[in-house]
């Protein structure tokens, strides 16, 4: 207490301003009612000067808190500016972000139009700004009309192109709240700020990272121009469904391109950003119209738009389309799709020396433009008739019927497949079966062709009409094959033995070829890749097609292609090139053929392979009911039990392989469905095309032939017919009917001709 009123006492000297010293007198006391009276008064003085003092007090202590703070603020911030690195490793000039990948194919006018939209998790389009020719109207402009940059800026951003990448004002507001923690969100983000959260995966919402993003923001602004920050930006915002980016949201919201939209529909796609899942126009059409009028009134207020403009904009009704073909969201695609993906896939990876699953994620997620060789309209025919219910045959155990079909033109253009029988339900991915391209079965009497006979014409071996005998013969282990009707016909030519498909014939083939030399002309001239080693010594394999690994719809094609080909070989590719969301080229395919056999040999495979259609005992006959106005070559194949039916085939346009059987291995009820989807879907395609001839090789002669010998057709022979030969392979006269040669066919006609004339 003493030093209380020692302390107050004091406090109250400056009453005598003109007192000089101060004396103290121990002897001299109040009073205590005088010192009650005296201390009630000073109290009073006291408090009153006091309360000034604490007020100068608190403001010192505030200003210097201020200071403190600002100083440290200040440290901060430099200390920020000179460690906090804000530069980005992505280039905006050539932005590689998640962006819609989109196919094409030719219209029937040869047009490229868009065929499909792949995406991965983001659904983007890029579309380019150029403000110079956005603001001068240009009709030819295909990028972002300025009047919906206006839209964004007004609303988001209002001082975007003065900012160097941050407004202070809205950040110092934004750390206030976060700070305080206030339960209002205000955004502090300029649109480069939003760019930087939309390409960089830094999404916490803390102090740091709002310190990086500044920083970030400062390096793009220092580093790019405004136009390529808006650009970048309107590419990459999010705007439902999906969605990134205004031009597959200006597809799905209006069924338009970006470039078309009007004022209306500008600032309706701008009113979205704030929150799409309560914004979006198609599902929350109200909260749209009350947010894009705000967005209206505030591109009147900046300028951007005349009164006039603005009322007209108000009275215009919004047309929402909602195109779920923009957004595809669910879309299974085709296996023609599946397949294309996966040979882009395969080749991305090659080219950029990654996995095929990075490659994949690229594919999905790269913007790409991939010009396939898809035609449509061949693709419609071949879903009309694998999609029909009918031939969808139950087995015994309730599996369903399945089945491929792959048609290419002459030059390895993949043009159509189905990789089963009935309507796709769900997506393959990398591993699902596309019996096109992915089943390996016995391809049965399809092999002869390919594995003996072709490489027996091209070896000089047999010729088109050489005489060989059906006979049983005994072979290696005791094996001797059969033919499928089983009996045997003595002494036949070549024509007559694949017009009939015998067994013992391409079999003795192979085994006077060797089965070696059979199996490297298949899996280094026809491109066969699915055959197992065992398949390089087997007859039986080789010969009739019972082998160990097998052939799919997709090489089968390619291999008979051969024959309506002059002799080349084209590898099957599914599309012509990929190219960059900026149209540069990162894929082509220039595929050179390589010379299977001589044109010769093909010209004679072509006739010979005609007499399975056209012959009296052709296996394929049947097949002429659906081609009428031109002549086509086909081959059939069974194996055994009729676990696998076959019919593979061209006409001048297309070549074409169908295999029908069950997934689980079993025998099918019907021997001719193959060769009955076979033509079906040829016969669609080629309704209306002009007729059209095979280009026969000049190196060929067409002679006739005695059906006995096989020799030269004299004017002795009771029967012949007319074969195609080579130069260093022209049979000798008939010696069994001696007589003068026949002419050529072609030379005779001719001379009949000139009589007519005469």
Not at 28 to 40: A, H, Y
Not at 275 to 283: A, H, Q, R
Not at 420 to 429: D, F, R
Request: some cysteine.
């Amino acid at each position: 207490m003493n030093e209380e009123k020692d302390f107050f006492s004091y406090s109250s000297h400056n009453e005598n301003e003109n007192t000089e010293e101060v004396s103290l007198d121990l002897n001299s006391f109040s009073t205590e009612e005088e010192v009650k009276e005296e201390k009630s008064g000073k109290y009073r003085f006291f408090k009153k000067r006091n309360k000034k003092q604490i007020i100068k007090l608190c403001i010192t202590v505030f200003l210097i808190m201020v200071i403190s703070v600002g100083l440290i603020a200040g440290g901060f911030v430099a200390y920020v500016f000179a460690t906090v690195d804000g530069k980005i490793d992505q280039d905006l000039n050539d932005l590689k972000l998640n962006f819609t990948t989109t196919v094409y194919a030719k219209d029937s006018s040869g047009n490229w139009k868009e065929y499909q939209r792949l995406h991965g998790e983001f659904n983007r389009i890029w579309v380019p700004y150029n403000q110079e020719s956005a603001e001068s109207e240009d009709e030819s402009y295909e990028g972002i009309p300025q009047n919906l940059v206006n839209a964004f800026v007004a609303i988001e951003d209002k001082r975007f192109f003065s900012h160097p990448g941050v407004d202070w004002k809205r950040t110092v507001k934004a750390f206030l709240n976060m700070a305080l923690h206030s339960n209002t969100s205000y955004g502090g983000s300029t649109i480069t700020q939003q760019l930087v959260k939309n390409i960089m995966s830094d999404r916490e919402k803390t102090a740091s990272r709002k310190v990086r993003e500044i920083m970030r923001a400062r390096y793009i602004e220092s580093t790019y121009s405004k136009e390529t920050i808006m650009e970048c930006y309107l590419n990459t915002i999010a705007l439902g469904h999906g969605m990134y980016g205004v031009e597959v949201a200006s597809n799905y919201y209006f069924g338009k391109s970006a470039k078309d939209l009007s004022i209306l529909e500008c600032a309706t796609l701008a009113s979205i950003t704030k929150s799409p899942s309560v914004y979006s126009p198609d599902d929350n059409p109200d909260n749209n119209k009350a947010r894009r009028e705000v967005v209206l009134r505030e591109m009147k207020n900046q300028g951007y738009i005349t009164e006039k403009e603005y009322e007209d904009a108000l009275k215009e009704e919004l047309k929402i389309v909602a195109s779920k073909e923009a957004i595809s969201e669910s879309e299974v695609n085709s296996y023609y799709v599946e397949a294309l993906i996966r040979e882009v896939t395969k080749n991305l990876a090659e080219s950029l020396s990654i996995t095929e699953e990075e490659a994949l994620t690229k594919f999905y997620n790269g913007g790409y433009k991939v010009y396939s060789n898809l035609n449509p309209e061949i693709q419609t025919d071949i879903d009309a008739v694998f999609n029909d219910e009918s031939y969808a045959l139950k087995a015994k155990d309730g599996k369903t019927l399945q089945g491929s079909f792959t048609i290419m033109d002459y030059k390895g253009n993949v043009v159509g497949l189905a990789g089963g029988i009935g309507k796709k339900t769900v997506n393959l991915g990398t591993k699902g079966l596309n019996r096109a391209t992915d089943a390996i079965r016995q391809p049965g009497s399809t092999m002869k062709p390919i594995a003996a006979y072709a490489p027996a014409i091209e070896n000089g071996l047999i010729n088109y009409s050489t005489v060989l005998e059906d006979k049983a013969t005994a072979y290696t282990k005791g094996w001797t094959p059969k033919n499928w009707y089983n009996y045997y016909s003595g002494k036949t030519t070549v024509k007559f033995a694949l017009e009939r498909s015998m067994n013992t014939i391409p079999v003795y083939i192979v085994d006077k070829l060797t089965p070696q030399v059979c199996f490297d002309f298949l899996t280094q001239k026809m491109g066969i890749t699915t055959l197992n080693s065992p398949d390089a010594s087997s007859l039986s394999a080789l010969g009739m097609g019972g082998t160990n690994g097998g052939i799919t719809s997709l090489e089968s094609a390619a291999a008979f292609a051969v024959f309506g080909n002059k002799g080349l070989y084209y590898k099957p590719t599914f599309y012509t090139k990929v190219c960059d969301q900026y149209d540069n080229v990162i894929l082509e395919k220039k595929v050179k053929p390589t010379v299977a056999v001589g044109e010769d040999t093909a010209t004679i495979m072509n006739k010979l392979l005609q007499n399975v259609i056209y012959g009296s005992q052709g296996t394929g006959k049947d097949a002429q009911n659906y081609i009428k106005n031109m002549k086509f070559y086909a081959k059939t194949g069974t194996t055994n039990d009729q676990n696998d039916l076959w019919f593979v085939g061209g006409t001048p346009y297309y070549v074409a392989s169908c295999w029908c059987g069950y997934d689980t291995q079993q025998g099918i009820s019907t021997s001719t469905i193959a060769l009955r989807m076979w033509g079906a879907v040829m016969g669609k395609i080629h309704e209306g095309l002009e007729p059209k001839e095979f280009t026969d090789s000049s190196y060929v002669h067409k002679r006739y032939y005695c059906t006995s010998s096989g020799l030269l057709a004299t004017n002795a022979c009771p029967s012949k017919d007319i074969g195609w030969y080579t130069e260093n392979n022209l049979p000798e006269s008939c010696n069994e009917h001696a007589g003068d040669v026949l002419d050529a066919p072609q030379e005779e006609k001719t001379e009949q001709t000139a009589e007519k004339k005469e």
